[in-house]
């Protein structure tokens, strides 16, 4: 009796990648939430490459699980894609690769080898409720 399903293999393979990442990222964002004094992150803002190597959808699923019990447990993962962009020397600009196969400047198909823009994983901003004031009895 064999056991088939390299697909399957490979998906659950993508998935721990990006619960690896998204426990990096709550990392980081609770480190630079306890050091604002805030107790509950409501939103967290990530720029996200399409050369990054991470599955939106994977690393959505991965923060869901790697908030619980965090102060970020409930919190929004809003990711701004960020498009592949190359400096292309010809026409002395950078410019956006429409693919991400063919490093070729659309305007003078000259090769692009500088990538500017697409790889990053960024943490940009957290979003979070205003901490109530404690009360003290008097």
């Known amino acids: 009796m064999g056991v088939r399903g390299g697909s399957c293999a490979l998906q ?3 998935r721990m990648h990006e619960l690896s990442i998204a426990h990096s990222l709550v ?7 306890a050091k ?5 992150v ?6 996200l490459g399409v050369m990054s190597g991470v ?3 994977a690393l959505l699923f991965g923060f869901d699980i790697a908030t619980a ?3 970020l447990e409930g919190a929004r993962l809003e990711i701004e894609d960020v498009p ?4 292309c020397a010809g026409c002395d600009a950078v410019v956006t690769l429409p693919d991400r196969q063919r490093f070729r400047c659309p305007q003078c198909n000259a090769p692009c080898g500088r990538i500017v823009t697409g790889q990053e994983i960024e943490l940009t ?8 004031p404690e009360i003290t009895a008097s």
């Open 84 to 87: 592949l962009q190359a400096y």
């Open 69 to 71: 019990g965090t102060r």
């Open 27 to 33: 990392e980081i964002a609770e480190e630079a939430a």
């Open 125 to 132: 901003a957290l979003e979070y409720e205003e901490n109530a």
């Open 42 to 47: 409501t939103v967290v803002h990530l720029r």
């Open 36 to 40: 604002a004094g805030v107790t509950r």
């Open 12 to 14: 659950w393979s993508q």
């Open 55 to 57: 599955v939106r959808d």
